[in-house]
Every structure is written in structure tokens, then in C-alpha cells.
């Protein structure tokens, strides 16, 4: 698979490219503080060409000795100087394969590495599937209220927003009735003013021909 330096793969991307387990990446990740989006880890293709590249250094390394140099100081091994070369190659051989299964196996395992904030539990079947059901009954029971929720949240909404136009409706009509008083109370006014001046100019009228005396 093509490699980008810059892309960023997710951790199941990341297992799948490097055939390590996704355990020992999730540590490997903690370790080189690699980038996190929605506190999922992430790994630049140039990471990972890093981490497989030492992978392979390391299998390099544990290598079987090469053919032509099963040598062996007498005083480094001395129960092996007395073998054969072909059956000291063998048993160099059968050495190289465990080390190799060892380093396999210390890699397999580290995926059951707990961190400083985990802690591994032990369930007997009986007892895995009861939490099982639970944790079912959990995410259906979290999904309703969640539902739930969202529902009451439109419920509030429309009832807000209801007594909104309830407010406005009736700050309108208070607008209105204040605007008609004081357009009565004018006219009322003019009335009253019209009135007095027609009492007036009677007053005058009648005064001016005599009326008044009577």
C-alpha cells in the first residue's frame, strides 16, 4: 500500500498497513503523542513508514546467524564445541526461531498493556453476558432519553415560541388601544374647546341684542 507522509490514517488503517496489533498502536500513540481529532488517535503516513521500518530493523537483528559462520568461542559455549557444524547450525537456528516467537509474543501481548487510568477485569461467560445485556439495556435506555430530549427541547421551542407571539400580539393591542385613548381624549378635547367657543359666541350674540336682559 502506498504510503503518504502528510495523510493521516486512523488506528484501524494503521493496523491493517503495519499487521501490528491495534493495542500496540494505541500505546505506540500515547508514547510518540501523535495527533488527536475527537480524541481518536491519528498517524502520519511518515510514522508509520518509521515504525515499520523499525519493525524490520528489529527482525533484521534476530535473524538466523548466516550459514558459513556457525562459530562459536569454546569459551563462550564450551557444550558446543564438541557439536557438528550442521547440528550447531540447527540449534542456532532453533535459538534464532525462539527469540524471534519471544519478540512476536512480547508484541502480541502488549496490547493487554494497562495504562496508568485502566484496569483489566476477569468475567466468568455467565457474568460477561449479564454485563453484556446490561450495557445493551444501557445504550437503548441513553438513545430513548436522548429522544426524549430532543423532543421536550421542540416542545419548549414551539411553546416559547408561541408566548412570544402571544407577547407581541399583545403588546400590539396595548399599542393600539393606547393610540385610539389618546385619539379620544383629543377629540374630546376638541369638543369641549368647540363647545365653549359656541357658548361664547352665543353669549355674545344674545348680549349684543339684548337677550341677556331678559
Known amino acids: 500500500m502506498d504510503i503518504k507522509d ?13 499487521d501490528i496489533p ?6 505506540k500513540a500515547k508514547q510518540l503523542n501523535a495527533t488527536q481529532i475527537d480524541n481518536r488517535y491519528l498517524f502520519l503516513g511518515s510514522t508509520l513508514k518509521t515504525i ?3 519493525r524490520r530493523r528489529k527482525e533484521v537483528v534476530s535473524a538466523p546467524t548466516p550459514r558459513h559462520s556457525p562459530n562459536i568461542s569454546p569459551n563462550v559455549a564450551p557444550h558446543l564445541a564438541t557439536k557438528k557444524p550442521a547440528e550447531l547450525e540447527k540449534l542456532l537456528q532453533e535459538n534464532s526461531n525462539l527469540k ?7 508484541e502480541e501481548l502488549s496490547q493487554y498493556d494497562i495504562g496508568e487510568d485502566e484496569r483489566l477485569e476477569v468475567f466468568t461467560q455467565e457474568m460477561y453476558e449479564v454485563f453484556e445485556t446490561r450495557l445493551l439495556e444501557w445504550k437503548e435506555q441513553n438513545a430513548k432519553i436522548k429522544s426524549q430530549q430532543k423532543l421536550f427541547d421542540a416542545k419548549e421551542k414551539g411553546l416559547n415560541d408561541v408566548v412570544e407571539l402571544l ?3 399583545s403588546e400590539h393591542y ?3 388601544f393606547n393610540y385610539q385613548k389618546e385619539q379620544s381624549t383629543r377629540i374630546l378635547d376638541m369638543h369641549e374647546q ?15 341684542k339684548g ?4
Request: hydrophobic letters at 30%.
Open 52 to 54: 515499520i521500518e523499525n
Open 167 to 169: 407577547k407581541d400580539q
Open 211 to 214: 337677550y341677556d336682559k331678559d
Open 100 to 106: 524471534q516467537e519471544i519478540e512476536n509474543l512480547k
Open 22 to 27: 491495534l493495542r500496540t498502536l494505541q500505546r
Open 6 to 18: 502528510s495523510m493521516l490514517y486512523s488506528l484501524k488503517e494503521s493496523a491493517e498497513i503495519t
Open 194 to 208: 368647540l363647545i365653549k367657543t359656541i357658548q361664547q359666541n352665543n353669549y355674545i350674540e344674545a348680549k349684543s
Open 174 to 176: 396595548k399599542n393600539q
